[in-house]
């Protein structure tokens, strides 16, 4: 079976981005300035994850972790499963069609399982049982598919998560404060009452908000959540931790003792001390400038609270372009 992958936090996404410019930054002398990206939001619901796999023409239902039966179920959802083939099959084949319509191609729909008795506090626990599909998943391509608002079949309810509008933000990673304060209002709203549950006429506490970057919706390295504690019954105690956090004053530290410590002179010091300005001798120079940075501006480096490592990529990517271009040149 295949999983949902899990989501991680903002400050990995950045991160990620920011790495991979690096990286094509280096490789293509493409700008130094980090990227703005599109993301949406979706309703994040506390509730259990679930699956239906389409395979050989038969449906199986998932959790998170397991195959599911209806011996050993997870809140009666593989019963669920088994009430909508013994119904209707050919609308769940429909369901499935409309991801792929070659049959003989396993495919995955995940959504989330929702209602009375599957959790507490939250707004949706009140519901009647429901699947709210967010994504799904192409065995034979290895690869997450984005999800549609067609993806649904009410009369059975099976929902989709883009029935509720999403939320657009843009995040510019060379600054993210603005957008980070925008997605703090809009999570807290979120958890304050839950779009999902005022839509089916109950309103109270939500959980949170999936983003994912328009840009490519199905690469999961650019997915992130944010989400209130309430639902976990923790606002009182926590009642002035951010959803959502990025060290920017670290960021921004980094590229200014980056900065400090590159030097045209050092970088053009660097290759006095190669015996040849070649593109085979890119070890070597980037060898001696790790070098020397750290023998001369070490504490420069910790005395703005940092440590070798926090800005040794940066150092390295900036002399390696700086190398190479001189390579070209010749």
């Known amino acids: 079976m295949q999983k949902w992958p899990s989501i991680e936090q903002l400050r990995n996404v950045a ?3 920011r790495k991979r410019h690096d990286y094509q930054n280096h490789q293509n002398g ?3 300035v980090y990227p703005t990206l599109a993301f949406r939001g979706t309703v994040k619901l506390h509730g259990t994850n679930a699956g239906i796999k389409r395979e050989n023409g038969e449906f199986f239902a998932q959790s998170r972790k397991n195959t599911l039966n209806v011996q050993s179920d997870n809140a009666g959802f593989c019963q669920f499963l088994r009430n909508c083939q013994n119904s209707d099959i050919e609308k769940l084949h429909d369901l499935f069609d409309k991801v792929c319509s070659d049959r003989n191609i396993p495919i995955t729909i995940f959504g989330e399982w929702i209602g009375k008795g599957i959790q507490s506090i939250v707004s949706i626990s009140e519901l009647d049982k429901q699947l709210v599909i967010f994504g799904a998943y192409n065995h034979e391509l290895e690869v997450y598919l984005d999800n549609r608002v067609n993806l649904s079949i009410p009369e059975f309810n099976i929902h989709n998560i883009l029935e509720v509008d999403p939320f657009m933000i843009f995040i510019d990673f060379n600054d993210p404060t603005p957008a980070i304060e925008e997605i703090e209002k809009l999570t807290l709203a979120v958890e ?3 779009p999902w549950g005022s839509k089916q006429g109950i309103d109270g506490i939500g959980e949170g908000i999936v983003w994912q970057c328009l840009d490519n919706l ?3 390295s650019l997915w992130f959540k944010t989400k209130g504690e309430k639902h976990a019954g923790k606002g009182s ?5 951010k959803v959502a956090t990025i060290d920017i004053e670290k960021l921004n530290t ?3 003792v980056v900065d400090y410590v590159v030097t045209p002179a050092r970088l053009n010091q660097g290759l006095e001390n190669v015996s040849e300005v070649d593109i085979r001798n890119m070890g070597e120079y980037l060898k001696w400038m790790a070098g020397d940075v750290m023998k001369e501006e070490l504490d420069t480096i910790e005395g703005n609270g940092l440590v070798w490592k926090d800005v040794a990529k940066y150092v390295q990517g900036r002399a390696r372009k700086f190398f190479q271009d001189k390579c070209n040149e010749l």
Do not use: A, L, Y
């Open 254 to 256: 980094i590229n200014e």
């Open 218 to 220: 199905s690469e999961t």
């Open 192 to 194: 304050e009452n839950c």
């Open 15 to 17: 991160k990620h981005v």
């Open 30 to 32: 493409t700008s130094d």
């Open 237 to 241: 105690k926590t009642k002035n931790k």
